[in-house]
Each structure stands twice: as structure tokens, then as C-alpha cells.
């Protein structure tokens, strides 16, 4: 299983960004998936999941300005971030979650808001 997420990259405070996740190697959809991150200095948190019948949850810091979609034609997983703030710099990480925990993490993409 390979998961291979882009997007990152620098934006002003306020701004916006699209993180991409691409599975291979997976029956995508078959298990939940979702996207940490993780800031320097703290632990992997949980920024927002998907179920595999498509309910979304949310970490109270992102409500109402993250958004996790699904694109099943082209096993690509999205979290599109608007209003971003200075806290939500870090690593963000695309994972799967199969019984209840993380079965395969990304490589990470660096986010960075000043």
C-alpha cells in the first residue's frame, strides 16, 4: 500500500489550501481514511476522517473551514482547508483506518502559514 499526498506548500494567514492523497495498492473505499498533522514541538493529532459510507468528522480547531472529500474514480483522497491560520502549520499525513486505528501512514506534506 503506498499513500502519496501533495498540495503543501506556504500561504499567508487567511488563505488556502488542497491536499491530495493518493492510494495505490488499496481498494479505496474499503476502509476509512482521514488526514493527521502534526505541528513541530507536538503530537499527531487527527484533523478530520471519512467512514467508508462517507461521514466526515472534525477536529474543533478546523470546523466549518476544513473539508474531507472522497474521489473514488481516481483513489484520491482531499482535504481542502480554507482560512487557514497560523496554527494549522505542520505535517499533514494521509492515513487509513481499518479496525479502529491507523493501518498506513503517508509520507507527510509540509503546510506552512505565516
Known amino acids: 500500500v503506498q499513500l502519496v499526498e501533495s498540495g503543501g506548500g506556504s500561504v499567508q494567514a487567511g488563505g488556502f489550501l488542497r491536499l491530495s492523497c493518493v492510494a495505490s495498492?488499496?481498494?479505496?473505499?474499503?476502509?476509512?481514511m482521514g488526514w493527521y498533522r502534526q505541528a513541530p514541538g507536538k503530537e499527531r493529532e487527527l484533523v478530520s476522517s471519512?467512514?467508508?459510507?462517507?461521514?466526515?468528522t472534525y477536529a474543533d480547531s478546523v470546523k466549518a473551514r476544513f473539508d474531507i472529500l472522497q474521489d473514488n474514480t481516481k483513489n484520491t483522497l482531499i482535504l481542502r482547508m480554507l482560512h487557514l491560520k497560523t496554527e494549522d502549520s505542520g505535517v499533514y499525513y494521509c492515513?487509513?483506518?481499518?479496525?479502529?486505528?491507523?493501518?498506513?501512514w503517508g509520507q507527510g506534506t509540509q503546510v506552512t502559514v505565516s
Open positions: 492515513v487509513i483506518l481499518c479496525n479502529g486505528g491507523v493501518t498506513y
Open positions: 495498492g488499496y481498494i479505496f473505499g474499503s476502509c476509512g
Open positions: 471519512i467512514t467508508t459510507d462517507g461521514t466526515a
